[in-house]
């Protein structure tokens, strides 16, 4: 980027507000008709006020989903900068964020920063000019905040990408990535996609397109629910359960998890280690996603009966699970998010939560007093 800047304005897109940037062939749908799962909040463990908090939150907002489309959002003379490749119209001087592009409002102030931007105002920056290269032909933009996360393909990518097939041939379109996705060739040979070819650009780079679609699905955790998305997910798990299946290996399938993500940072309390061992020692296996492919995890999840693990994208893994799968969730009490509840209503297993203050030293023995909250919860006692 030179020193020069263009002042850009911010303009905020819900799933209601996209008019015509939605595809001509997109579809709009509305959810009255899917039967929410009853089952799929318990009570959080020994508090009642959590799990009423928690439950009435995700009720309300889940709705407001109340629409969705198939297919993927339109964009025309537009660069995307950067890795998670934000969108911006330099000619008429916009920005496009929000979650009708899978651009939540929190991550738009730290990636703007992370360009070197500034703020005149709330919705009006100043953007440094960038030196973007031009793809040729229709690009399929595949980047949002998350999407170097690999958990958060499950949630966000997967989904997407199979909708935009059913509506359109990868093979005429560019994919355009981010460069910090090192299991995207990996995911896009388990899934049969096959784009014209393959663009990645770099946290500070970016690329221009005369034209470019977005798949179009809610990033929200609130919306997992819909059909939509379980469908996209179902097939991807068909797909990594045949591909586990030849390569002939033999992989167990304990019915007690816990899902670690001590390996590479817990958000948690350092009494998460305790609690970790403490699960071991009662005959849980300790499992690391990140020491499997995604196709080992399916058969390494498909006959658990529960599974228990810290807030975040590990426990995303609990797709591969059966119908009926006790989630149990550590609650981080830095934020909340509603992905393990939208997941576990599609999927018809059961999620509760426990309380942080659990792990906390006001217990004499928290670990222990973690452990027993869950079991008596499960009726693994």
């Known amino acids: 980027m030179d020193s020069s800047a263009k002042s850009i304005t911010a303009i905020r897109l819900d799933s209601l507000s996209l008019g015509d940037r939605l595809l001509p062939n997109g579809l709009a749908h509305r959810h009255s008709g899917w039967e929410p799962n009853p089952y799929f909040l318990r009570p959080a463990l020994g508090d009642c006020e959590l799990s009423r908090d928690i439950s009435e939150a995700y009720e309300r907002i889940r709705a407001e989903v109340n629409s969705y489309r198939l297919g993927g959002v339109h964009f025309v003379r537009h660069t995307f900068m950067g890795s998670e490749l934000l969108p911006i119209n330099l000619e008429q001087g916009e920005l496009i964020y929000g979650p009708g592009i899978g651009w939540a409002d929190s991550y738009l102030e730290y990636y703007m920063g992370e360009m070197g931007a ?29 999407a170097s996360v690999f958990g958060h393909w499950l949630l966000d990518i997967i989904p997407a990408l199979h909708r935009f097939r059913r509506h359109a041939n990868p093979g005429g379109y560019t994919l355009v990535a ?161 992905w393990h509840m939208g997941l576990a209503e599609a999927f018809r297993q059961f999620t509760f939560y426990l309380a942080t203050y659990y792990l906390s030293p006001a217990f004499a023995s928290p670990a222990e007093e973690g452990v027993r909250q869950i079991s008596r919860a499960v009726g693994d006692v």
């Not at 703020?119 to 949002?144: C, F, H, K, N």
């Open 118 to 146: 500034t703020a005149d105002t709330e919705s009006v920056w100043q953007v440094p000019r960038v030196s973007a290269e031009t793809i040729s032909g229709p690009a399929l933009i595949v980047g949002m905040p998350g």
């Open 178 to 338: 981010g460069s910090n996705i090192p299991w995207l060739h990996h995911f896009l040979k388990l899934m049969d996609f096959n784009p014209r070819e393959l663009h990645l650009v770099s946290p500070t780079g970016a690329i221009s397109a005369d034209y470019a679609v977005k798949p179009d699905l809610p990033k929200h955790g609130f919306g997992l629910f819909i059909p939509a998305v379980r469908e996209g997910l179902l097939d991807f798990r068909g797909r990594c359960f045949r591909y586990q299946h030849m390569k002939g290996e033999i992989v167990p399938s304990p019915e007690r998890i816990f899902l670690s993500r001590n390996k590479w940072g817990s958000r948690m309390h350092r009494e998460i280690q305790n609690v970790q061992k403490l699960f071991e020692a009662k005959g849980y296996t300790v499992v690391y996603p990140e020491d499997h492919p995604i196709e080992r995890m399916t058969h390494i999840m498909r006959k658990a009966r529960i599974i228990v693990g810290e807030d975040g994208s590990a426990l995303h893994n609990a797709i591969f699970a059966p119908p009926g799968c006790a989630i149990a969730i550590i609650e981080n009490r830095d934020f909340r998010n509603f």
